[in-house]
């Protein structure tokens, strides 16, 4: 089975009404699609990083209420989890499709890292497009281009997850959804593998 890329009817799953059937349609429509986005970038982001990568898709398995308003895929050097660990991510909401690089708040080195994006805070910007987005939290489909963001503004980011226990760091890639609809799946495959090359360095400072 080849990845043919993304659905209109792909994002309107995030519009059911319910958890039970919004999760069924997650599971039948969308998690084949993140299931082989996983098969096809574990050995790509293995290579890239000198790490085996291991990708996990989202179970949603502790939702008991609302139903999820996003799912992914995400990469990481661990077999058993990725939350613990820095890693990649691609997914989607209702409004986008999402590739991060991702520390978040479960990571027990996030502190660290975010001292190490502190010293390194221009440098970064050499490195990390204007057009790519920062994120201080992963539940939230919003985030921040670079270009909007000031120095003092992208320092102050850093402070925070060294700072805040439930603050993260989130840095990638939205994509809108009509633009992805427009993609053939081996368009949206360069899109991902080039923003993942970009998102390296950050991977490569832990």
């Not at 995030?14 to 096809?40: C, N, S, W, Y």
């Not at 994120?135 to 997850?161: C, I």
């Not at 809108?176 to 390296?200: P, Q, W």
């Amino acid at each position: 089975m080849t990845f043919k890329g993304f659905t209109k009817e792909d994002f309107n799953v995030f519009t059911i009404v319910g958890l039970e059937d919004r999760m069924t349609a997650i599971q039948e429509q969308v998690r084949p699609k993140l299931e082989l986005l996983g098969d096809h970038f574990a050995p790509t982001l293995s290579a890239l990083t000198g790490d085996e990568m291991f990708y996990h898709v989202a179970k949603h398995a502790r939702r008991s209420v609302n139903p999820p308003d996003d799912t992914w895929v995400a990469f990481a050097n661990n077999k058993r989890g990725y939350k613990k660990h820095p890693h990649f991510q691609i997914g989607l909401w209702e409004t986008h499709v999402f590739i991060w690089f991702a520390m978040i708040y479960e990571a027990p080195n996030k502190a660290e890292f975010g001292k190490k994006v502190e010293e390194k805070a221009v440098e970064i910007r050499s490195l990390i497009p204007g057009h790519f987005v920062w994120s201080g939290d992963h539940t939230k489909p919003d985030a921040t281009p670079f270009s909007s963001l000031s120095q003092e503004q992208f320092v102050a980011l850093s402070e925070r997850v060294q700072n805040v226990k439930k603050a993260e760091l989130l840095c990638g890639l939205h994509l809108d959804r009509e633009k992805v609809i427009s993609l053939t799946g081996d368009e949206l495959l360069k899109k991902i593998k080039s923003a993942f090359e970009t998102l390296l360095p950050l991977y490569k400072m832990n």
